[in-house]
C-alpha cells in the first residue's frame, strides 16, 4: 500500500487504490526556513534593501555617489591650490605626470618641473618637462590659505606641492589655475545645483500630481494641459530666455540659487505625472477604501496610505531625474548663460573649452566633462537600482 | 483504446530561491490512460501547477526536474496509439525543436484566465489557425475552413462571423471556447486543462465543464484536469491524483476516491466542503484549526443586543445606481449609463446572516457599497437601526457619517490588497481606533493584542508586515480590523473567494463564532452557493441589478422558485458521486439570460411592471403581479 504502484512504461490495467503512508502534517506548507523568516519580518524599506544590494552595479554607483558627496564637504582640504590661486608663470601649463623612480631610485612621489618657452612662431606656449627640478609632493601639509566655507581661515591640505615648486596634475587653464583643484572645487556647486532644483521639482510634482490625481475633477484636467504645453516647449531656449532674465548686477550666489530654480521649474512634469497616476492607482486598493469606510480624514488618508505606498518608487524615480539637472546647469554654464565666474562649476570651467583651437591646442581643458559623465552614469545606474528595488513585482 | 498516453515516474522538481535549492515536487508518479482524464487535485502551491508546467516543458528558468522520467507516446495522426514511440520530455532541451513539436500538436493546453491567454491584437481565427499552420501547414482557405468547422465543434453559434472577432469582443465563456478550439485544432493526444473554469461564474463552468466531455468522446483525447474544486473532479475525471505539499497523498479511480477516502489529508480535505445538505449547527471542520480566544473581546461589548426576529438593523429600500454617464472631458460626448443596481429593496434583522448570491456583473459589489456609503446611489434610502433611533445613511453629513462609521464595517475579498504593505499589523488594526480616539494609545495596543487572540493569531506576529502571512492569516487581520470599532453589522464582501478549501472552513467557522458570540449581524456576499447556505439565515439572490428571490435559506434550497435561482442550483457541481450534474438541463444558456426565464419573469416594454410577490414565510420572488403560482413552478 505505501509504494506507488509502478506503472511501468506505459502500462495499462485498472489503476489500483494508492494511498500514501506518509502521516498528513496540517503545518508542512506553512514551514519557513531561516531565510525565509528573515525577509518575513523584514519592513519593506528592508526589502527594498535586501533587492537593492543583490544590484552591484547600482551599490558601487551609489558608493561612488557618497564619496563624491562627502568629498564636498571638505574640497578645500582635497584640493592642493585654493580655487582661484594664480600661477602666472604657468599659463595653460598641459597636465604633469606622477613619477616615483627617479633616475632608478625609489622616492616619494614627485612632479618633473616645467621650462617655459614661448614660441613666437605659432605663439604657443611650450612647457618642457626638466627632469633636473623634483618637486616632492607634501602630505598633511600647509599650502594655499583659503576660508573654509567662508567660515575661518585656515591653510592645511591633504596633498601640497612642493616648497616652491608646482603640481598642476591635470595642467591649468588661461588664468594658471590648477585644473584639479578647480574640478574639485566645482564639484560642490555642479552636484548640489541638482538635488536643490530636484527638492524643487518633487515639492511642485508632489502637490500639483497629488492634488490632481486625488481630486481629479477641473483641477486635474487643467493640471495636465499645464504639463503638457511644459512638455512641448523646447527646452534649451527657455533656460536660456530665463537664464538671461537674471539681473547681471546679482551676485553669484543668487544667480546659483535662480538657475537651480529655473531648472527645477522646467523639470517638475514628469515627477507630477508620475505622482498622479501612483495615486489613482492606490486609490483603487482596497486598504484605501477600508481606511475609507473607518472614518479616515483625507489629509490621514493620502499621509499614512498614499504618501508611504509611492515614497519609495517616487525617490527612485527622482534620482533618474538628478542627471538631467547636471547636465542642464553644464549646458546652461557652458553657453555662459549659467553660473559665472567667479562661482566655480564643471559648466562654467568648460566654457574655456568653446573655442576649437583652444580645445585642439590645451586638450585638458575638456577634462571637466569626465566627472560629468562618470556622476550622471552613476545616478542613473543608481536610480536604475532603486527603482527596481522598489517595484513590488520584481 | 489501450493503454497510456503519459506516464510520469518519481518526478522531482526543485526550484532555486535565495540561492538554495527548493524541492516542490517530490517523486510524484501518476499515469494518464488514452482518453480517460485524469484529475490532479491540491491546494495552491501544491505543486500541481508545475507538474503541469513540466509536461509541457515551461518550467520558469529557476525550476529543474531533478529526478524522473515524464514518458508520452507519441503517435502519428490516425494511427493506434498503442503502437507510438515513447519519448522522455524530461530529457528535452528547453524550447527545443522536440519539445515544440509535441506543444500544440500532441499536447494541448486551456489555461484559468482566458482574457490574458489570447492576444488583443489578433482575431481569434487567426490565433487558432495559427496553431494550424504551425505544425500542419495548410493552404489558407482550407485552414479557415478547418478553423470555423473547430469554432462550431466548441459551440460559436455563427463560426463564419466570430473568425473575425477579437477576444474583448467575447464573453468569458466564449473565450475558454475560443481557447479550446485553439488548444484542439491539432487534434491532440492530450489536453491539460489548468483550472479551465476557475474564473468563470457557475453557470459557465457547467457549460464548459460540458463541452469538454463531449469534445473527448469526439476526438478520444486524455484530459489532465487540474483544480483544487472537488466539485468538478467527481463530475468530470475518471482516476483522481490528491497531490500536497509536492506529494501525492492518494491516487485511485473516481469511485475509490469519493466512496472511499483513505489518507487522513483527503478525508479533511473532503470535510472541510461546505455542502447543500448541511444539518443546522453542523461545523465544517478546518484542516488546521487556530486557537481563538474571544472571552476578551465578549466582555467589550457596549450592550448585549437582544435579538428578537423583528427587530431590523438595516432596512434599504429602492436603491438605484447607475455607472458610466459621467462627462469625458472637453471633447468626448457623454454616454448613457449602465444601470448597476435597480429599485432593490430589503431588510437585515438584528443578528443574523443575510446572503446575497450572484453571478458577476449582478450588482452585488455595488449594493455593498452603496451600503457602505463608499458610492453615492441615484436614488432610494438606507435606514440604520441603532435600536434607540433610527438613522437615514443617506441624510448624514460627512462629520456625522465619520461618527456613525464605528456601527457598520466591512471585511474585503483579496485579502493582499486590503491590508497595506508598509504598515505592521499592530497600525493596522490599531488604526481605526485611532482615527476615533477610541482609548489612550496603551490601551489601543491592549485591545489589538485582544483582537489578534480573538481571531486566532500569535499575538508575537504583532510586529510583522502583511507579506509575511499566509492568505488566511491576512483574511484574520483584515476580520480584526473590521471588528475593532465593536461594530454591529458587517458586511463581508466574498471574504473567502480567494482563500484555498481549507482555509475557507477556517475562516467561516471564525465568521460563524464571532457572530453568536458578540452578536454581530452580518450580510454576507458571496458566489459560492454552499458557502453562503452554509453562512446565511436568509438569502438574498440578486441577476441584472435586482433582487429576484429573497427566502429563508431552507426553503430557497428547496423549493426555489425564480427560473434563475433554479439554473444557478442546478449548475454548482457537488463533491458526490450520487449527484452528477445535469449537463442537458445546462447546455440550455447561461442562467442569466433572460430569455429563458418564462413570461411571468419578464419584463416586456409597455407591459406590466414586476414586483415582489410573497409566497409565504418570508418568500419573495420578483415577478408579474398577477402571475399565478402554478405558473411558477412550471
Request: glycine share 8%; net charge neutral.
Amino acid at each position: 500500500m505505501n509504494v506507488m504502484p509502478p506503472a511501468g512504461p506505459l502500462g495499462s490495467g485498472p489503476l489500483p487504490h494508492y494511498v500514501s503512508n506518509a502521516p498528513f502534517d496540517p503545518k508542512a506548507a506553512e514551514k519557513l526556513s531561516p531565510a525565509q523568516e528573515r525577509i518575513y519580518l523584514a519592513s519593506q524599506w528592508q526589502l527594498m534593501w535586501i533587492k537593492f544590494k543583490r544590484h552591484r552595479l547600482a551599490l558601487v554607483s551609489g558608493a561612488f555617489l557618497l564619496a563624491l558627496y562627502l568629498m564636498i564637504l571638505v574640497c578645500e582640504v582635497l584640493a592642493p591650490y585654493e580655487n582661484q590661486s594664480r600661477h602666472t608663470d604657468f599659463i595653460r601649463a598641459p597636465p604633469q605626470s606622477l613619477h616615483i623612480f627617479d633616475n632608478g631610485t625609489l622616492r616619494s612621489p614627485f612632479v618633473y618641473g616645467y621650462v617655459y618657452k614661448l614660441n613666437l612662431e605659432n605663439l604657443k606656449r611650450e612647457y618642457t618637462v626638466d627632469t633636473n627640478q623634483v618637486h616632492p609632493i607634501r602630505f598633511f601639509c600647509s599650502g594655499d590659505s583659503y576660508r573654509f566655507w567662508g567660515l575661518f581661515t585656515a591653510d592645511f591640505h591633504l596633498v601640497c606641492p612642493a616648497k616652491d615648486g608646482q603640481m598642476f596634475l591635470l595642467g591649468t587653464d588661461r588664468l594658471g589655475r590648477d585644473m584639479l583643484s578647480r574640478i574639485i572645487y566645482g564639484a560642490r556647486i555642479s552636484l548640489t545645483v541638482g538635488l536643490i532644483g530636484i527638492f524643487i521639482s518633487f515639492g511642485l510634482g508632489i502637490l500639483l500630481g497629488g492634488l490632481a490625481g486625488y481630486y481629479g475633477g477641473t483641477f486635474d484636467m487643467l493640471t495636465q494641459r499645464a504639463i503638457e504645453i511644459v512638455h512641448s516647449l523646447p527646452h534649451i531656449p527657455i533656460w536660456l530666455a530665463l537664464a538671461s532674465v537674471i539681473p547681471a548686477s546679482w551676485s553669484p550666489i543668487l544667480v546659483y540659487f535662480a538657475i537651480t530654480i529655473i531648472l527645477g521649474l522646467m523639470d517638475w512634469t514628469g515627477l507630477a505625472r508620475s505622482v498622479r497616476s501612483k495615486l489613482l492607482a492606490l486609490r483603487e486598493e482596497d486598504y484605501v477604501l477600508a481606511a475609507q469606510l473607518m472614518g479616515a480624514r483625507t489629509p490621514r488618508i493620502v499621509g499614512r496610505h498614499l504618501i508611504p505606498g509611492f515614497m519609495s518608487h517616487l525617490i527612485a524615480s527622482a534620482t533618474i531625474t538628478i542627471p538631467k539637472m547636471i547636465l542642464g546647469e553644464t549646458a546652461l554654464s557652458f553657453l555662459g548663460l549659467g553660473l559665472r565666474p567667479p562661482i566655480t562649476s564643471w559648466g562654467v570651467m568648460l566654457n574655456e573649452a568653446q573655442n576649437i583651437n583652444v580645445v585642439a591646442l590645451y586638450p585638458w581643458l575638456m577634462i571637466p566633462v569626465v566627472p560629468v559623465i562618470l556622476v550622471i552614469l552613476a545616478f542613473n545606474f543608481f536610480g536604475d537600482g532603486l527603482r527596481d528595488a522598489a517595484d513590488p513585482y520584481h | 483504446m489501450q493503454g497510456n498516453i503519459l506516464s510520469i515516474e518519481e518526478l522531482s522538481i526543485a526550484f532555486a530561491l535565495h540561492g538554495q535549492q527548493n524541492e516542490v515536487v517530490r517523486k510524484v508518479s501518476f499515469r494518464i490512460p488514452a482518453g480517460k482524464t485524469v484529475a490532479l487535485v491540491g491546494e495552491s502551491g501544491s505543486g500541481k501547477s508545475v507538474i503541469s508546467q513540466a509536461i509541457m516543458g515551461l518550467l520558469p528558468k529557476a525550476g529543474g526536474i531533478t529526478h524522473g522520467r515524464i514518458l508520452f507516446r507519441k503517435s502519428a495522426h490516425g494511427e493506434d496509439a498503442s503502437k507510438g514511440q515513447i519519448v522522455d520530455i524530461a530529457g528535452f532541451e528547453r524550447d527545443g525543436e522536440d519539445i515544440r513539436d509535441l506543444r500544440g500538436d500532441h499536447i494541448g493546453m486551456i489555461f484559468q484566465e482566458p482574457m490574458s491567454s489570447l492576444s488583443p491584437v489578433h482575431t481569434i481565427g487567426d490565433q487558432i489557425e495559427e496553431a494550424l499552420q504551425l505544425h500542419r501547414p495548410v493552404p489558407k482557405d482550407q485552414a479557415r475552413a478547418k478553423t470555423e468547422e473547430m469554432l462550431k465543434l466548441v459551440g460559436f453559434r455563427d463560426p463564419h462571423a466570430s473568425y473575425d472577432k477579437y477576444s474583448f469582443e467575447l464573453s468569458g465563456g466564449l473565450r475558454q471556447r475560443a481557447m479550446l478550439a485553439m488548444a484542439l485544432i491539432c487534434r491532440p493526444a492530450l489536453l491539460i486543462a489548468d483550472e479551465p473554469t476557475t474564473a468563470l461564474d457557475v453557470t459557465i463552468q457547467a457549460q464548459v465543464l460540458d463541452l469538454m466531455r463531449s469534445l473527448q468522446n469526439e476526438f478520444g483525447m486524455a484530459i489532465l484536469l487540474i483544480t483544487h474544486d472537488l466539485g468538478i473532479v467527481a463530475n468530470l475525471a475518471d482516476e483522481v491524483v490528491v497531490i500536497y505539499h509536492g506529494e501525492i497523498m492518494e491516487a485511485g479511480t473516481v469511485e475509490d476516491i469519493f466512496r472511499n477516502p483513505q489518507h487522513p489529508y483527503l478525508k479533511a480535505l473532503i470535510r472541510a466542503l461546505p455542502q447543500f445538505d448541511m444539518k443546522p449547527g453542523e461545523r465544517l471542520v478546518a484542516l488546521r484549526d487556530a486557537k481563538q480566544d474571544l472571552g476578551a473581546l465578549v466582555g467589550t461589548r457596549r450592550h448585549a443586543p437582544a435579538a428578537t426576529a423583528s427587530d431590523v438593523i438595516l432596512s434599504v429600500r429602492n436603491l438605484r445606481k447607475t455607472y458610466g454617464s459621467r462627462k469625458a472631458g472637453w471633447f468626448g460626448a457623454s454616454s448613457a449609463g449602465v444601470v448597476a443596481v435597480d429599485d432593490v429593496s430589503f431588510d437585515i434583522k438584528r443578528g443574523e446572516c443575510l446572503g446575497l448570491v450572484g453571478e458577476s456583473g449582478s450588482g452585488k459589489t455595488t449594493v455593498s457599497k452603496l451600503m457602505m456609503r463608499a458610492v453615492k446611489p441615484d436614488s432610494g434610502s438606507i435606514v440604520f437601526n441603532s435600536g434607540s433611533e433610527a438613522i437615514d445613511l443617506m441624510a448624514l453629513d460627512e462629520e456625522r457619517l465619520r461618527a456613525f462609521r464605528p456601527k457598520m464595517q466591512m471585511i474585503f475579498q483579496d485579502p493582499v490588497s486590503s491590508l497595506s504593505p508598509r504598515m505592521t499589523v499592530l497600525n493596522i488594526i490599531r488604526e481605526p481606533m485611532e482615527i476615533h480616539g477610541d482609548g489612550t494609545p496603551e490601551e489601543q495596543t491592549r485591545r489589538v493584542t485582544e483582537l489578534m487572540s480573538a481571531v486566532g493569531l500569535d499575538p508575537r506576529f504583532l510586529n510583522r508586515y502583511p507579506h509575511s502571512f499566509s492568505g488566511g492569516q491576512r483574511q484574520r487581520i483584515g476580520i480584526a480590523r473590521a471588528l475593532a470599532l465593536n461594530p454591529e453589522l458587517i458586511v463581508c464582501d466574498e471574504p473567502v473567494s480567494a482563500l484555498d478549501v481549507s482555509v475557507q472552513a477556517q475562516i467561516l467557522n471564525l465568521l460563524k463564532d464571532l457572530q453568536k458570540e458578540l452578536g454581530l449581524t452580518y450580510m454576507f456576499i458571496s458566489h459560492n452557493l454552499a458557502v453562503v447556505d452554509y453562512m446565511a439565515n436568509r438569502i438574498a439572490v440578486m441577476a441584472h441589478g435586482r433582487i429576484v428571490e429573497i427566502a429563508p435559506r431552507h426553503a430557497l434550497f428547496n423549493r426555489p422558485m425564480h427560473p434563475y435561482t433554479r439554473a444557478l442550483l442546478k449548475a454548482v457541481p457537488f463533491a458526490d458521486l450520487d449527484r452528477p450534474l445535469d449537463f442537458n438541463y445546462l447546455s440550455r444558456g447561461s442562467a442569466s439570460d433572460t430569455r429563458l426565464w418564462g413570461p411571468a419573469f419578464v419584463e416586456e416594454a409597455g407591459g406590466t411592471s414586476l414586483g415582489s410577490l410573497d409566497l409565504g414565510d418570508g418568500h419573495f420572488v420578483l415577478a408579474k403581479p398577477n402571475a399565478d403560482l402554478k405558473d411558477l413552478q412550471a
